[in-house]
């Protein structure tokens, strides 16, 4: 099904009380857009959420699953990004152990109903998890294809009621200097910071992963919790959340902040919009043939492979101006 006859899905296939609700509030980006465009401001404000009630829910939930080549555990555990533990690939698995992670509090606050605190066990209470195998695709050029498990980060939401006023949400990491040796240096401004419109935190890909390869999520790749985004770069998975917080207005990101020409707030994964220093258009998976560390370049897909679950999010968009 094309995107353009999955936005005409009729209201009566809205199967989500939460979603139906704010569909009243929303005003499409579809007619938002070229009002924002036409003020010609970099500062403005982001387009507005598209009304995910617009688009077919299965069309929404296909895509959890790929067949492609999974990267190998033990790669996927000892190259990582976690600068909390330093720069270097290696650095979080060596290092990443020093965080403790049981017990780990959650604060949610903002504009909901239901500001408060969630902890490990209710969320394991709460929700069931499920494998989900996404393709990662980092703004460096390389990429992974992993088993996740987690829950959608929309079924946590939900339960602390946002309000109308809720557009976005902001994420943070914990910032533990003690347990966390890469704090000593100014990569980036701590605590890490992340932030999601509510219509890409509402998507049903959208995880909150605690677990990978049917096992607890090692630490260094962000334990105990931590959001995957498929569609978007690596870099907008923050790790190790302790604070969620729904805001009216976009919310600042850790890597927006260190270099807003290279790391836009969006940051969907687009092989026509070159990042300032390299392209974008090929990609090096990991996990190469006969235990090299990268495979042969791919093409890189528009929005990851993604593009017909999540193209409506950004219609009427111009994707260079919101990168
Ligand atoms: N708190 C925190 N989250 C983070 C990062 C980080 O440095 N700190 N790095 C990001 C980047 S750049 C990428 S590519 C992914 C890497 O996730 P992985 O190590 O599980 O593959 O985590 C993201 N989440
Ligand atoms: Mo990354």
Redesign the pocket.
Known sequence: MSIRDALKIPAADITDEWIYQQRRQFVSALALTPAILATGCSKAEPPGAVNLAAISPSLLNSGFVTDETRTLERD?TT??????FGTNKGD?AKFAHRMTTSPWTITVSGECENPGTIDMDDIARKFRDQERVYR?R???GWS?V?PWLGIPLGDLLKTFKPTSKAKYVAFE??ADRNAMVGMRYPS?KW??R?GLRIDEAMHPLTILANGMYGKKLPN???APL??IVPWK????????IVAIRFTEKAPTS??NQLQPSEYGFFSNVNRNVDHPRWSQKSERRISGSEGKLFADRIPTKMFNGYADQVAALYQGMDLRKWF
């Not at 770069?233 to 190790?240: D, E, N, R, V």
Request: one cysteine or more; charged letters at 15%.
């Open positions: 996927a190259y990582n990004n976690f600068y909390e979080p990662m980092c703004v460096e992974m992993i990491t914990l980036i605590p890490y992340e260094q790749n962000g931590r959001l770069y690596g870099f907008k998975g923050i790790k190790s850790s890597w």
